[in-house]
């Protein structure tokens, strides 16, 4: 009895401890002023669906789109609206694109960088993201907020907060699985994106040549 | 005696006078040296009234410098040329300025109702089109464009019009504030340097371009990058150490060469002398001179100027060869056998050169003057001061000097038995040489581009990567800001409309004119008024009155935050004219397809516009400016056998003429020969060889084929061609084909000038 009196107390001192020991990681964890690394599930080629909400803060609601997309960290990224309009942006090895419902494709000089951007997280590029962003934990759980580096992002975005809709992985104490992205802009204005992704072998064959 | 005492005074007189003249236009005026080939060709411009336009334009551009380097280490070694040159005299960093899309967008907002972008134009009276155009706008990702503009303009065609006017500038992009290029998937951050030397200052540029090549090998070794630059500086520091050296050298092999003669042929020290005075004497003369008529002196005219030593030692060989008359005769000037036959060719040479004298280019003026008074100086020189001398009357040929040139004169005596088969295969080898090698020029000027390989690669090299290798630019010119750009809007307007696919570069996205901004807003109101952007306002739920007319005018674009871009492709500028009225020019680049024959005529009916394209104009002028000089060449050639043939007769005229001709058109085919194609200097060459050839035809007329002439000659024929074939070896195109055609020339009016002696006693 005495026995399982001194196993229950061990067991118990030992889950204290664990307790204490996993607050104190999620003190850490969650201190804003802490700079961490990331650790994201890597997605060469993928696809999915989003949803996209343009929050302006002169407009009372959200300007709302859906669509599919298409990436392959070799060839580029198909961002496909569907709703309200039909419209593809396509980022290629040559710059950035965008095609409207005829098929008129027009090239957008200089206005790449948030495509690669959004190409990193979801890939799951973790070198580029550390190397371009300061990441710092956010007061939302499960989010961490990204700090453009680079002053060519800087210019468009304030900051950029990822986040994991499902629980932590106990294994990987970091966010591995984003699916909502939001953009914040020096404005004020915002754009939330929530993602539903897939890996892929191969992108299929029509959206391939469409990067090409 | 008394005459000849006259005769001396009056040379030390004009000697005095030269050098005064001279001392006063060396110190007193400005002269500078130039070593740009274009500066000396025929003007650059289509139309000469675009001179002050592109100059307004282009001056300062032409002395900046584009460096782009690469390399892991690139932004590194960006920063550490922004340090390093601050160290440099007269160089300074040019920032290639970012405009900020807040500032911008912001300087817009009054003149939202005037822009609208192609597609909108489009669209305009559709309102289901252009709510399609303004989502797609609004549901981009953080389109920065819609962001900064949609709360004020919410019709979303000022964030469109933005977009694509911005874009359109080019393909820089910004990193740290460090702009680069993307080139597949290499990246050049890009530097601009700014040179500020007053005129060509040829020194300072190559040392300028010294430190400059210096830094970036340093930077290039420490940071592991690789730079590309591109510059006029570096072709002006390039071509000055090459004519440096080759001016130099060549000069030096001259006078060795022709001292070495001399001392072969007399075995004295004053024939060297006297040959170093008269050549001194000459090339100061021809130098005042030209102090005299130009301002701005070519370096390459010095590098011509060479050939001064080969002409005016003909003169001292004369001189030389006659010295021994002295001894016996008195030192009567009327007595001097020299006297009739050097003057007559000095006229006969100055006729010559004295129709380069008025050609356009500038260079062949400069020689002429060089030449002309040059040779002056060297004739009163050899005429009055030699036969003064002490010791003059002295000098004696060598022996086997008089071995040799009595052997040469039996052996042409013999070929003189057989006139009409030299002349028969002389005719016959021309006619071959027509066939195996026919005559063709090419005056494509940058043939004579004397810049090394390298260098002309890197300036490919940076313009392929900042995109304009094998652009075309426009200038239009006007007398108010409002017309240059309804102008340029026409301009662009039919090149569009006939070839759709060129690329068109300048501030024409950025600043409409007046009446197209007029045209815009009246479109725009009069869409508001029939409710086609009610669709596109609900969007955003919000409201946007149309107000009142306010253009976008040049003076407000030039306070603006893109005042910057106002400033590279605009300029304002005082003509001639009316100076006290400003005009204004701009130019325009045009890539991805050359402009079409009809554009191109179009263009040239158009008073305002003219194409920019130097290398191709300069090509025209040169090919209009050969025919010319083949007119006058004829011309020439006709005047000085109309002399010969009333001097000695109808016979001996005719056989100077064949001679003459001969030469000529044997050194042309020879040369085209030696080289794949024919140029202007070549030509120009002809000119100098019928000069030379009537000199030895005149001294066979006025004193037979007899020793002392053919010795004379001889040593002229040899020095000449030594002076001339050293050309060959230069390494500016111009020079060499000049030295290949007159060393050719040379040889080939040795061997049939004597056809046209008259036999005479030894």
């Known amino acids: 009895m005495k026995l399982i009196k001194h196993t229950i107390t061990v067991k118990l001192m030992l889950s204290l401890l664990a307790l204490a020991f996993s607050v104190i990681t999620l003190a850490k964890s969650h201190s804003p002023a802490e700079p961490q690394t990331i650790a994201l599930n890597t997605k060469a080629i993928a696809s999915g669906n989003f949803v996209q909400r343009k929050y302006f803060k002169i407009l009372k609601h959200p300007i709302k789109s859906q669509g599919e997309l298409y990436f392959d960290v070799d060839i580029g990224l198909l961002w496909l609206t569907k709703q309200p309009i039909s419209s593809a942006l396509l980022l290629k090895k040559s710059g950035l694109f965008t095609e409207d419902n005829s098929g008129v494709s027009k090239q957008i000089k200089g206005a790449s960088a948030i495509s690669r951007l959004l190409l990193s997280i979801m890939s799951g590029d973790n070198e580029k993201i550390s190397e371009n962003f300061i990441i710092n934990n956010s007061q939302i759980e499960l989010c961490l907020n990204l700090s453009p580096k680079l002053p060519q992002l800087a210019k468009l975005i304030n900051r950029v907060q990822l986040c994991q809709a499902t629980e932590h992985d106990e294994k990987n104490p970091f966010l591995s699985e984003i699916n909502h992205i939001v953009l914040h802009e020096h404005s004020g204005n915002r754009t939330e994106i929530d993602l539903q992704l897939e890996t892929i072998t191969a992108l299929p064959e029509a959206v391939r040549a469409r990067l090409q | ?762």
């Not at chain 2, 009056?10 to 040296?33: D, E, P, R």
């Not at chain 2, 899309?101 to 009276?125: C, G, K, M, Q, W």
């Not at chain 2, 890009?190 to 300072?204: C, E, F, I, K, P």
Request: glycine residues 4%; charged residues 10%.
């Open chain 2, 1 to 762: 005696m008394r005459g000849c005492n006259k005769l001396k005074k009056f040379y030390w007189f004009q000697l005095c006078s030269v050098l005064l003249l001279g001392g006063y236009l060396l110190l007193f005026t400005q002269w500078h040296i130039e070593t740009n080939l274009l500066s000396i060709l025929p003007n650059s411009s289509q139309k000469q009234d675009f001179t002050i336009a592109e100059q307004a334009l282009f001056t300062n551009k032409s002395q900046q410098i584009v460096v782009l380097i690469s390399g892991e280490n690139a932004r590194r070694a960006h920063n550490a040329i922004a340090t390093a040159v601050s160290e440099i005299d007269q160089v300074s960093i040019l920032r290639t300025p970012e405009p900020s899309l807040s500032e911008v967008a912001e300087f817009y907002l009054p003149y939202r109702h005037n822009v609208l972008t192609a597609t909108y134009l489009e669209h305009i009276d559709n309102s289901h089109a252009l709510m399609q155009l303004a989502t797609n706008q609004v549901i981009q990702l953080a389109n920065p464009f819609v962001s900064a503009t949609i709360a004020k303009a919410p019709r979303l065609n000022l964030a469109q019009y933005l977009q694509e006017a911005l874009a359109n500038l080019g393909d820089i992009e910004f990193e740290q504030g460090m702009a680069f290029v993307r080139v597949q998937d290499q990246r050049y951050f890009l530097s601009r340097l700014q040179v500020s030397l007053n005129g060509l200052d040829l020194n300072a540029s190559t040392t300028i371009a010294t430190k400059l090549q210096q830094l970036f090998s340093d930077i290039g070794n420490t940071e592991q990058v690789e730079f590309l630059y591109s510059g006029i500086l570096f072709h002006t520091a390039e071509s000055t150490s090459q004519a440096k050296a080759e001016i130099s050298s060549f000069g030096v092999l001259s006078i060795i060469a022709v001292l070495l003669l001399i001392w072969t042929v007399f075995r004295s020290l004053l024939p060297l002398v006297a040959a170093i005075m008269v050549i001194t004497i000459a090339c100061v003369y021809g130098f005042i001179a030209m102090l005299l008529f130009f301002q701005s002196l070519h370096l390459l005219t010095l590098v011509f100027a060479i050939t001064l030593i080969g002409v005016v030692i003909d003169y001292c060989f004369h001189a030389f060869v006659y010295a021994d008359r002295n001894q016996s005769n008195n030192k009567n000037y009327k007595s001097n056998p020299l006297v009739k036959p050097l003057v007559l060719g000095f006229i006969t040479t100055a006729i010559g050169y004295f129709i380069l004298v008025f050609s356009p280019l500038s260079l062949l003026s400069q020689v002429a003057v060089f030449m002309i008074f040059g040779l002056l100086g060297a004739l009163i020189t050899v005429l009055i001061l030699l036969p003064q001398l002490k010791g003059f009357a002295k000098i004696t040929r060598s022996v086997s000097a008089i071995t040799f040139s009595q052997r040469g004169v039996d052996f042409f005596h013999k070929l003189l038995n057989h006139k009409t088969i030299i002349i028969s295969i002389l005719g016959l080898a021309l006619s071959l040489l027509a066939i195996v090698a026919p005559i063709q020029f090419n005056d494509d000027v940058r043939l004579l581009n004397s810049s090394p390989q390298w260098l002309i690669a890197q300036e490919v090299k940076v313009a392929t990567a900042l995109g304009y290798q094998g652009s075309q630019r426009l200038i239009i010119k006007a007398e108010t800001p409002q017309q240059m750009l309804e102008t340029q809007e026409q301009v662009i307007e039919r090149i569009h409309d006939t070839q759709a696919n060129i690329k068109i570069k300048g501030i024409n996205n950025l600043l409409p004119s007046i009446k197209r901004q007029q045209q815009h807003y009246a479109l725009i109101s009069q869409a508001d008024e029939s409710g086609y952007f009610h669709g596109v306002l609900a969007i955003s739920d919000l409201a946007d009155p149309i107000t009142m007319f306010h253009p976008l005018t040049y003076q407000d674009f030039l306070q603006g935050p893109l005042a910057s871009v106002a400033q590279t492709y605009t300029a304002s500028y005082q003509t001639a004219t009316t100076p006290e009225k400003k005009a204004y020019a701009l130019w325009l680049e045009l890539s991805n397809e050359p402009l079409s024959a009809a554009n191109i005529l179009w263009l040239e009916q158009h008073k305002s516009v003219a194409l920019y394209d130097t290398a191709s104009d300069v090509s025209d002028a040169l090919s209009q400016y050969r025919q010319g000089v083949f007119y006058l060449l004829i011309s020439a050639f006709i005047v000085v056998m109309v002399i010969l043939v009333a001097k000695y007769g109808l016979k001996a005229g005719a056989l100077s003429s064949i001679a003459t001709i001969g030469s000529a058109l044997l050194a042309l085919t020879l040369s085209q020969l030696f080289s794949s194609y024919l140029n202007i200097f070549n030509l120009l060459a002809v000119l100098l060889i019928i000069a030379l050839a009537i000199d030895y035809v005149i001294f066979y007329h006025e004193h037979g084929l007899q020793a002392k002439t053919f010795l004379a000659i001889s040593l002229s024929a040899l020095s000449s061609a030594a002076v001339f074939g050293i050309l060959v070896f230069s390494a500016t195109p111009a020079v060499s084909s000049f030295g290949l055609t007159v060393m050719v020339g040379i040889v080939s009016i040795f061997i049939l000038a004597p056809i046209a002696a008259k036999k005479a006693q030894i």
